[in-house]
């Protein structure tokens, strides 16, 4: 590849794996912006029924060595991002991505009956095409408020946190819920972080420790007296 002549370059991204990288360098030649032309075709992604192609237009000005061109492909979420050097252009391909910290969590505890004390996590996305799906294991319940008293769900009715784009570092509320049979596994259970076409990322409940204490069963007897 001649960077320096004068016509268009095309690049096409076959896959959408978000590890793909092409990398075009030249030893001598110095990128000329005033006379190529950068063509990137995205129609390769899964999930882009639309066929975006990405074109960035040689113009003297837009295209300068050290500058980063990038554009959000239409229907996948998928980044496409150009960076331009005096001899290279390297295209970088990055999927929708969650991330989490905080896992394992600390360990859960309650009595049946009572919902057990939180611990937390928290979570953020780049490139999503929607938001993030928390689904707990069964006998416990997420919210993204401290005092669950709202945006509570369960294994049955999970939540959602932001929407599509970028979803910044949220805290997601973790306890057993009251409900929670004494004979459940709580111990090593994940919670799922799913969003369309991004890779499940999963928090870990702790390893030991988690558990249901059986309720205290009170009897009152009343004295009668009979003839």
């Known amino acids: 590849v001649v ?11 076959p896959t959408n794996s978000a590890a793909d990288k092409i990398s075009l360098t030249s030893a001598s030649a110095t990128f000329d ?15 882009n029924a639309t066929g975006l192609t990405i074109v960035q237009t040689a113009n003297g000005s837009g295209i300068n060595p050290g500058n980063t061109f990038a554009s959000v492909s239409a229907n996948n979420g998928y980044l496409v991002t150009v960076h331009y050097a005096a001899n290279s252009i390297t ?22 009956g009572t919902p057990g004390s939180a611990t937390s996590f928290n979570v953020s996305g780049v490139n999503l095409n929607a938001g993030i799906t928390v689904t707990p294991p069964p006998g416990l319940e997420v919210s993204t408020t401290p005092g669950f008293s709202s945006n509570v769900g369960d294994n049955a009715s999970p939540i959602l ?24 596994s709580y111990n090593s259970q994940n919670i ?18 988690n558990s249901v204490s059986p309720a205290t069963l009170t009897y009152t007897a009343n004295a009668t007296n009979r003839i």
Do not use: C, E
Not at 91 to 112: C, E, K, Q, R
Not at 192 to 209: E, F, I, M, Q, R
């Open 3 to 13: 960077l320096n002549a004068t016509g268009t370059l095309k690049i096409r991204i």
């Open 33 to 47: 912006q005033t006379k190529l032309n950068l063509v990137i075709d995205a129609t390769g992604l899964s999930g």
């Open 91 to 112: 295209v970088d391909l990055t999927g929708p991505t969650i991330n989490a910290t905080g896992s394992p969590l600390a360990a859960l505890s309650t009595t049946y």
């Open 161 to 184: 946190v932001g929407g599509a784009g970028t979803v910044a570092f949220t805290p997601v509320y973790v306890r057993l819920k009251a409900t929670a049979p004494v004979s459940g």
């Open 192 to 209: 799922a972080l799913t969003s369309v076409g991004a890779p499940t990322v999963n928090v870990a409940t702790a390893a030991s420790g």
